[in-house]
T-cell receptor
Framework: DAGVTQSPTHLIKTRGQQVTLRCSPKSGHDTVSWYQQALGQGPQFIFQYYEEEERQRGNFPDRFSGHQFPNYSSELNVNALLLGDSALYLC????????????FGPGTRLTVL | AQKVTQAQTEISVVEKEDVTLDCVYETRDTTYYLFWYKQPPSGELVFLIRRNSFDEQNEISGRYSWNFQKSTSSFNFTITASQVVDSAVYFCALQGSSNTGKLIFGQGTTLQVKP
C-alpha cells in the first residue's frame, strides 16, 4: 500500500521563476492538503483540495495556486518566487469523511536563490 | 482564533531520562482534535497520537504517554526512558470542527537525546 508520494525531492529556483510541485495521495484517499514549513517553524496550511476544487485556504497570496486531478493527485504552483518561499512543502492526504486522519508525504525542499 | 503554543524550543536529555514536551492550545470550537507528530531529520511528519476533545482519558503506549487536560487547555507528551532514536522535532497540532482538514501546528520542540 503506497503512502503519500511527492516529487521532486529537492528543487532550486531563482527569484521570479515559477515552480510546480506534485503529490500523489495514499491509496483510497480523495483529499489533498498542502503545507509550507519554513526552516525552524511549524507547518502552515496553504490549501486543501477535494473533488478537484479548492475547499479551504490558509493565509497565502494568490501566487500560490493548486489543482487536483480526477485521480486525486494534486499540484501546487507558486508564481513569481520570492526568497521567502524557500521552505519544505508538505502534502497530506486523507479521506473527506475522515478528515482527522491526515498522512504526510516526505516533502519537497524548495530553495529560492 | 485557533493557536498552538509549544513553549520549549529545545530540550536536551541524556539517554534513559524521562522527558515531557508541553503543548497549550486555544480554540473556541467545542469539538476538536489534538495531535502529536514527530519529524526526524528526513523531514517526513510521523503521526504519533490523536485525541478528540471528548476523550480526556490519558494513555500510555509503550514508552509514550499523553496528558490531556481541557481545564488548562494542555496536551503534554512524555517519553519514558528516552533513546537516541527519539531525537527529532516534535509538533503538537490542533484541528477544529469549524475548520475541518486544516491542522494548526505549534512551533515545534527539538529533542536531542545524548548517549
Amino acid at each position: 500500500d503506497a503512502g503519500v508520494t511527492q516529487s521532486p525531492t529537492h528543487l532550486i529556483k531563482t527569484r521570479g521563476q515559477q515552480v510546480t510541485l506534485r503529490c500523489s495521495p495514499k491509496s483510497g484517499h480523495d483529499t489533498v492538503s498542502w503545507y509550507q514549513q519554513a526552516l525552524g517553524q511549524g507547518p502552515q496550511f496553504i490549501f486543501q483540495y477535494y473533488e478537484e476544487e479548492e475547499r479551504q485556504r490558509g493565509n497565502f497570496p494568490d501566487r500560490f495556486s493548486g489543482h487536483q486531478f480526477p485521480n486525486y493527485s494534486s499540484e501546487l504552483n507558486v508564481n513569481a518566487l520570492l526568497l521567502g518561499d524557500s521552505a519544505l512543502y508538505l502534502c497530506a492526504s486523507s479521506l473527506r469523511t475522515v478528515y482527522n486522519e491526515q498522512f504526510f508525504g516526505p516533502g519537497t525542499r524548495l530553495t529560492v536563490l | 482564533a485557533q493557536k498552538v503554543t509549544q513553549a520549549q524550543t529545545e530540550i536536551s536529555v541524556v539517554e534513559k531520562e524521562d522527558v515531557t514536551l508541553d503543548c497549550v492550545y486555544e480554540t473556541r470550537d467545542t469539538t476538536y482534535y489534538l495531535f502529536w507528530y514527530k519529524q526526524p531529520p528526513s523531514g517526513e511528519l510521523v503521526f504519533l497520537i490523536r485525541r478528540n476533545s471528548f476523550d480526556e482519558q490519558n494513555e500510555i503506549s509503550g514508552r509514550y504517554s499523553w496528558n490531556f487536560q481541557k481545564s488548562t487547555s494542555s496536551f503534554n507528551f512524555t517519553i519514558t526512558a528516552s533513546q537516541v532514536v527519539d531525537s527529532a522535532v516534535y509538533f503538537c497540532a490542533l484541528q477544529g470542527s469549524s475548520n475541518t482538514g486544516k491542522l494548526i501546528f505549534g512551533q515545534g520542540t527539538t529533542l536531542q537525546v545524548k548517549p
